[in-house]
């Protein structure tokens, strides 16, 4: 099955469900970093959410940042999206190893540690919007969903799952995301929690061949649904660009770009997202330096 995310919503209005297939774009995203098992899950697991609330931005330039800022071996995450979940994003240390925890799944919320989880929205306007939460789990979804009830109060569940191979690929990866909206009902929410509560996993959920939009009316039977026809393929994209990495050394100021010509005469720039890197001469860097403040 490739990767897809499908969105709908109920007849009255106030159900809104995305379930996205991500298996390619974390695949994608593991063999960039090269990832063991459990960063694999847990960046996986943070790049599936951030695709689907992508789908949430309205402007091509917007978009929308997760990241976890937690004390375990990981170090921080995070995951980027656009407006057409084209995703990209990465765990600081991704060599990551721990024994399994007690129900034998990947150990992702002790490697997530505990801290803090940021959501941040660039929108165009000057300043960002975000929002701050602390890390519930470090499982990811549960964190995801706390961070919408306590900092957006919208009522929330979100599903998300990574099944790491024995050859350390990916096998199946995806997630979903029912929101609420404030017209809901006391009894809509009881139903939708249940629903959940429930329901298979995500990944044992792929593993039986259930495709997105089967999921999608699984866990919202009984409410009469609308499936929007748009379909949307999540990718894992990297933006980066030499003019963006010109403009990144620029910003680093005269008195350091000083100490690099002087100390190293280049500089070498890594992407975080895509591991490309950019060598800048010293020729460059001096009309760069010219340009800093
Ligand atoms: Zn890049």
Redesign the pocket.
Known sequence: MSDILVRGGSMDGTIKIFVAVTKDLVEEARKIHKSFPIATAALGRTLTVAAIMGQNLKNDADSVTIQFRGDGPLGNIVAVSDSKSQV?GYAVNPFVDLPLNKNGKLAVGKAVGKGDLSVIYDLGMKEPYSGRVPIVTGEIAEDMTYYFAKSDQIPTAIGLGVLVDTDCSVKTAGGYMIQLMPEATEKTAEIIEEKVRNAPSITEMLEKGMTAEDILFFLTDGFDMLVSNETVTPVYK????ERRMRNAVISIGKEELKRIIEEDGKCVVE??????SYTFQKDELLKMYELAR
């Open positions: 990209r990297c933006k980066c660009s992407c975080q997202f895509c591991n490309s």
